[in-house]
């Protein structure tokens, strides 16, 4: 963390949700261990190796569909896992266009009835997201940080996925309930992060809903490459919560940020310590 950093002089925090809000490695990695058991033992006993095939396959997705809802992502790459797992051809396109959706608009909830049974498990994986567990630390950091900021998830979900979470973030705990300010999704932009239009949409959307001005806002993420490196470009601050993800981050000189912690609620202690100092 540099010395002259200093959290107070900002009115708006972008976060990153799943990684650094919401264990998404093991979400992701319970979501298909019942499939690597039957398809590929060896590869469903190592974590690491398990969701690097996994993230291999998103990533792909996500390249090829930019406007893809992320839940019809996750179903189509339960799908392809199970295929490249066991070196078979890739699966059926109606995984992404009858079963899920290929665009805007479409949830994969409101195609379940027109799926047959084999593909009912790639569905409800994707369908899987609200089921993703906060850090221990997230929910009374967020609280905290709500008293003193406006808080914005920038998040590679649909809304309908995020609804789920944003639930369990905002309301599952009675001492430290709290709101966000605005939910901006890649259902709504169109992209994926690391894309830089992502953070160009949530910065005009901050302008224009809230005055907040570029200077003022900072980026709190876990991703380097998700988020930092957009951030890097269009010259935002950013804070690094570090929480030693195994599939993230495996060049840690790609991107700089102004402050590293290693959880949200480390973060949200350094701010609490420097505002009762002024």
Do not use: C
């Not at 930092?228 to 991107?255: C, E, M, Q, T, Y």
């Amino acid at each position: 963390m540099t010395s002259d950093f200093n959290p107070l002089q900002y009115k708006a925090l972008i976060f990153d949700v799943y990684a650094t809000l919401i264990d998404w490695e093991t979400g992701i990695y319970e979501g298909i261990k019942p499939l690597l058991d039957r398809v590929n033992p060896s590869l469903a006993a190592n974590k690491k190796d398990a969701l690097s095939a996994y993230f291999a396959v998103e990533d792909d997705l996500q390249a090829r569909y930019p406007t893809m809802l992320y839940a019809d992502i996750l179903a189509r790459a339960h799908a392809e896992l199970a295929t490249r797992s066991t070196n078979q051809p890739a699966p059926p396109e109606t995984i992404s266009a009858s079963a899920t959706a290929t665009s805007v608009g479409t949830s994969a909830s409101a195609q379940t009835d027109e799926i047959d049974e084999s593909q009912a498990e790639h569905v409800a994986f994707g369908k899987s997201i609200p089921t993703w567990k906060p850090f221990p630390d997230t929910i009374p950091a967020l609280a905290y940080l709500a008293t003193r900021y406006k808080l914005v998830p920038l998040s590679n979900v649909d809304r309908e996925s995020f609804q789920g979470t944003r639930d369990v973030l905002e309301t599952s705990l009675p001492d430290h309930q709290f709101e966000f300010s605005a939910v901006y999704t890649a259902q709504d932009i169109g992209s994926y992060k690391p894309n830089p239009a992502n953070f160009e949409y949530a910065l005009k959307r901050l302008k224009e809903d809230f005055g907040v001005e570029k200077h003022e806002v900072l980026v709190v993420a876990a991703s380097l490459t998700h988020d930092h490196v957009p951030a890097n470009k269009l010259g935002l601050a950013g804070v690094f919560i570090d929480r030693g993800a195994i599939s993230l981050n495996l060049d840690p000189n790609v991107a700089t940020y102004n402050a590293k912690y290693p959880t949200l609620g480390a973060f949200a202690d350094e701010v609490k310590k420097q505002a009762g100092a002024t």
